[in-house]
């Protein structure tokens, strides 16, 4: 069975990266030449957020690439 992204000849990597998430993500899509980021969004509480801030938010605001963030279906 032909994954939906072969049929639409999308070339996807998983890169494995040690460090903040945050800038890691952000230094490795720049490093890697990404064409697009791919995010999910998860769903933290208020208190949660502002402690551990959004890495999605940050890779928007941050990375070189587009960022496309992808919400969890209701």
Known sequence: ???EATSFAVN????AQLGDPKQAICDAAQKHNIELLVL???ELGKIQRFFLGSVSNYCVRNAKCPVLVVKKPE
């Open 1 to 3: 069975m032909e994954s």
């Open 12 to 15: 996807a990597e998983t890169i």
């Open 40 to 42: 999910g969004d998860t």
